[in-house]
């Protein structure tokens, strides 16, 4: 994940947001590249946002949607996550191509909106997710 698509996720999902978030942006190892936090967001949306961009960015799944998915199904697998990653939806895996290149974290609205505003955010910076 190049910085200046970082910056460009971080300010289309702070434009776009119907009420205060925060929104991380990770590299293909979770490592966060850009990261912000709206005047008025909770405080635990930080770590929020960071753990669903870890847990995508880290997973085989291209989303904290699909991993919970997959783990719903299996206790044995789900005990055997990394212990930060996290099941809320809001994070969203980024490709260029076929190769995965980070991931964002949105915390702070409902899941569902959460969710939505990574994806916007991730086709705003002209990658896939």
């Known amino acids: 994940m190049r910085l200046e698509q970082a910056r460009a ?13 925060s929104v991380f942006v990770a590299d293909d190892h979770g490592e966060v590249v850009a990261a912000a936090t709206m005047d008025g967001a909770a405080p635990d949306t930080r ?5 669903k961009a870890y847990t995508a960015a880290r997973s085989d799944a291209r989303s904290t949607r699909e991993l ?6 299996d206790a044995a697998e789900r005990a055997s996550f990394d212990p930060f990653f996290t099941f809320f939806l809001g994070g969203v895996a ?3 191509g076929t190769t995965r290149v980070g991931a964002v974290g949105v915390s702070g609205l409902p899941g569902e909106v959460d969710e939505q505003l990574a994806r916007a955010g991730i086709a705003a910076a002209g990658l896939q997710h």
């Open 9 to 21: 996720i971080v300010d289309h999902v702070v434009s776009n947001a119907s009420g205060a978030v």
């Open 47 to 51: 770590l929020n946002a960071q753990r």
């Open 68 to 73: 919970a998915e997959k783990a719903r199904a």
């Open 94 to 96: 980024a490709f260029d």
